[in-house]
């Protein structure tokens, strides 16, 4: 590159107008919008909000207090809010003596059980209904067809035909138990013990079929000369399993363990279908838990708070997930 | 572009002159009164409420009555309170549960009563549904009445009088002998008697209130949870499957299930709302029994439930008279009574008894009656401020007991101490 060729460049503002197509981002313009209305004007208001202790279902008449929030000062003020309490509400979480740190930390706890049981077991599911539905035979379609059924249904159809099994006395699911000689407690969705499970259990069901297209569809997108290849070689069918299989249907993985996940942060409609009689909190999950602060207690600022963590939470995994794709991609 | 920007703004001045000039004649519409109700029974509740409309309406051709079916209660609350942030149209009226008087009060989403109704029209409602009606807010010493009885309803002890009387037994009076009666007809394939846990407060009541002391007072602030008569009355209920064998052990029997159970012979006896009346007395073959719940040494005790109607804050004037004036005559004894027979709900007039149509349906249904009598023994629903958080300590307490995870008397006692954290900061 010689310096004369620089001198005969056109200048900076003329070659930028050049490069300027506007009809795409007229096009975009459409999107961004409803993506600035629904999502980042959101995200924005509720960062601000979080800072905001506002409990319209208490008297607005001032009395000395500190809102039972660990930081804030006590002084004469109401307890109906708004008031400005900063981060008043992410110490509280940082700190379980406090009410709610304590409910937050059962949350969490709960939150973490579900997501650790329903990932990995509906994935293994799924992988274990692709293998067995990869094949040519006779009426494969109708086992596909079976097998992905619960995920056309809706969740809250799904949910009401398992309270219907966890039903006790009469409660196909029991009545299953039983026949393995189960004698414990019957009602699942209203015990403290058991209602979580159920939960897992309803979303396992639920999931396992919708991963199971994916793992399918990766499974047929396999080359068959290296299956050929290792069969002349003599590998049998566990080490064609583990060392080619799985190995290459490792994106197929990483990619339904991140939806997943997310998905098992984002599911509330069977909790609110199975367990929303069980009003001790064994069972709830974050998601659930923020609607029940934001509804049923009419706590905003603490409602906000909690939906401030997990925007964060779902904001590492993705960003951790792209990270790791990249990685593998290099 | 700047003439075609011109042509867009005269066509929306146009546009919106248009709107302006048909408004003027919506002013000849009727008033329109707009009714949230929810749906928490088993009757055509919304053909029947309709029917209330049309039936107005004729009478008073100047308002026009909309009764706007919202879901459950929890849905009816959440309705108003977003609709009121968001700022869109809000109803008139609401039919909402009468214990959650204080969350509304403090959101600011009711109006009091007290300018339309007359002393005359209050004190003929039986007094146990108004328990829940008076709130003081600005504390000045005299509460204001937020809500007028509407869809109420009591805990009533269904028992399957057929197999009592083949068995040798009487309707049980006082604990040892519902106890001993639970016992005795408890099989293989039935339980003598089912008190549904899934929402315990409510149950809870009646048998702390049968052993001398209710879990709450007239105050706003204050629970009884630790008082001997309310670990009595868990200790009982633990007896019961514990010492008696007569009910599921544990955390057991789902609201929904028992009526179904009760009414084809699984159950001797439940504890069920009396909403659940028509439908249990439609499906027995047998002959059933309505009460009260027999008290610790005798007597009888239960509880009230259910929604009341109430003023929605910022109604204008003329639409809050007009509401008034309905609610007048959706209350009074005829149309109460009516209500009652054609829905299940319990009668909230007490000169509403002597009415024909009321003895006509006693006659027909005699637990009618036996409902109504339960009443005198009802005491206050449980709400407090912060009803969400004070009921869920509760209910987590006496889940760990019904679990074996905590003796009652330990229970209440953490439950009492929780529930006066969360009270402290209105004291």
Redesign the interface.
């Known amino acids: 590159m010689s310096t004369p060729s620089a001198v005969l460049k056109p200048p900076r503002w003329k070659s930028w107008r050049a490069h300027l197509h506007p009809l795409p981002y007229v096009l975009l313009l459409p999107t961004v919008f409803f993506v600035y209305l629904f999502t980042i004007n959101p995200t924005f208001r509720v960062l601000r909000d979080s800072q905001i202790y506002y409990h319209?279902?208490?008297?607005?008449?001032p009395?000395m207090?500190d809102l039972?929030l660990p930081g804030v000062p006590e002084e004469v003020r109401t307890?109906?809010g708004p008031h400005n309490v900063g981060l008043a509400y992410f110490r509280a979480f940082l700190d379980p003596s406090t009410?709610i740190g304590a409910r937050f930390w059962r949350v969490m706890k709960n939150t973490l059980l579900y997501v650790v049981t329903t990932v990995p077991v509906s994935m293994l599911l799924a992988f274990i209904f692709a293998v067995l539905l990869n094949r040519t035979v006779r009426g494969i379609g109708w086992a596909r067809m079976a097998f992905f059924y619960p995920t056309m249904l809706p969740m809250v159809s799904a949910a009401t035909i398992w309270l219907f099994f966890f039903?006790?006395?009469y409660g196909l699911w029991n009545l299953m138990l039983e026949k393995f000689g189960y004698t414990g407690?019957?009602?699942w969705v209203?015990?403290?013990?058991l209602a979580l499970w159920s939960l897992v259990i309803v979303a396992i069901w639920k999931n396992a079929g919708y991963f199971m297209i994916f793992y399918l569809a990766g499974l047929q997108n396999l080359p068959t000369d290296v299956y050929e290849a290792a069969e002349l070689d003599g590998a049998g069918w566990w080490s064609q399993m583990f060392r080619i299989t799985l190995p290459l249907l490792h994106r197929t993985t990483l990619f339904v363990s991140v939806i997943a996940i997310i998905g098992a942060f984002q599911t509330i409609d069977h909790a609110l279908v199975l367990t929303r009689?069980?009003?001790?909190?064994e069972a709830d999950l974050l998601l659930y838990e923020i609607y029940?602060q934001r509804?049923?207690?009419?706590d905003y600022g603490l409602a906000n708070a909690l939906t401030v963590t997990m925007i964060a939470i779902l904001l590492v995994l993705t960003m951790l997930n792209f990270l790791i794709s990249e990685r593998n991609n290099a | 572009m700047k003439a075609r920007l011109g042509v867009v703004l005269t066509l929306v001045v146009a546009l919106l002159a248009g709107a302006v000039a048909v408004a003027p004649a919506s002013a000849q519409d009727p008033i329109k009164v707009e009714v949230y109700f929810p749906i928490s029974v088993d009757s055509p509740i919304t053909d029947i409420l309709n029917g209330y409309a049309e039936t107005y309406e004729a009478d008073h051709p100047g308002v026009d009555i909309v009764f706007s079916y919202e879901g459950g209660y929890?849905d009816v609350k959440?309705k108003l309170?977003t609709t009121m942030e968001g700022g869109g149209e809000l109803p008139a009226l609401a039919i909402m549960l009468a214990t959650d008087i204080?969350?509304?009060r403090?959101?600011?989403a009711i109006m009091p009563w007290d300018d339309f109704v007359s002393e005359e029209y209050l004190s003929d409602f039986f007094p146990s549904w108004l328990a829940n009606s008076y709130y003081d807010?600005d504390?000045d010493g005299t509460p204001e009445l937020y809500s007028i009885p509407f869809q109420r309803s009591v805990v009533l002890m269904y028992t399957n009088m057929t197999l009592l009387e083949e068995n040798g037994f009487e309707l049980p009076t006082n604990w040892q002998e519902l106890a001993e009666t639970a016992s005795a007809l408890t099989t293989e394939d039935r339980w003598g008697i089912l008190i549904p846990?899934?929402?315990p407060y409510w149950m809870f009541q009646p048998f702390a209130i049968g052993a001398g002391q209710n879990i709450v007072s007239e105050s706003d602030t204050e629970v009884f949870f630790d008082t001997p008569a309310a670990v009595e009355a868990l200790q009982f209920w633990v007896d019961l499957y514990e010492k008696y064998n007569a009910t599921?052990?544990?955390?057991?029997?789902?609201?929904g299930?028992a009526p179904g159970?009760f009414a084809d012979g699984?159950a001797a006896m439940i504890l069920h709302s009396t909403g659940s009346m028509p439908s249990i007395l439609s499906k027995a073959d047998f002959d059933v029994a309505v009460s009260a719940v027999p008290g610790k040494d005798g007597g009888f005790a239960t509880v009230t439930g259910g929604g009341n109607l109430y003023l929605v804050a910022g109604t204008d004037e003329e639409t809050a008279q007009a509401a008034w004036e309905f609610v007048e005559w959706l209350t009074s004894p005829e149309m109460a009574v009516d209500w009652s027979i054609n829905s299940g709900y319990l009668p909230t007039r007490m000169s509403g008894l002597e009415l024909d149509a009321w003895k006509a349906h006693v006659e027909e249904v005699p637990q009618a009656a036996d409902a109504v009598d339960a009443l005198q023994y009802a005491g206050r629903e449980f709400s407090v401020?912060?009803l969400?958080?004070v009921?869920?300590i509760l209910?987590?307490y006496i889940?760990?007991v019904l679990?074996g995870e905590m003796s009652p008397a330990d229970a209440l006692a953490a439950a009492q101490a929780e529930a006066d954290?969360?009270l402290s900061?209105?004291k």
């Open positions: 319209p279902n208490l008297p607005a008449r009395k207090t039972g307890l109906r009410r039903t006790p006395e407690p019957q009602n209203i015990n403290p013990k009689e069980l009003v001790t909190g029940w509804f049923e207690n009419a | 929890g959440n309170l204080y969350d509304l403090n959101a600011e807010y504390l846990n899934s929402w599921p052990a544990g955390v057991q029997s789902n609201w299930d159970l699984s401020q912060s969400g958080d009921r869920n209910h987590g889940l760990k679990n954290d969360v900061v209105f």
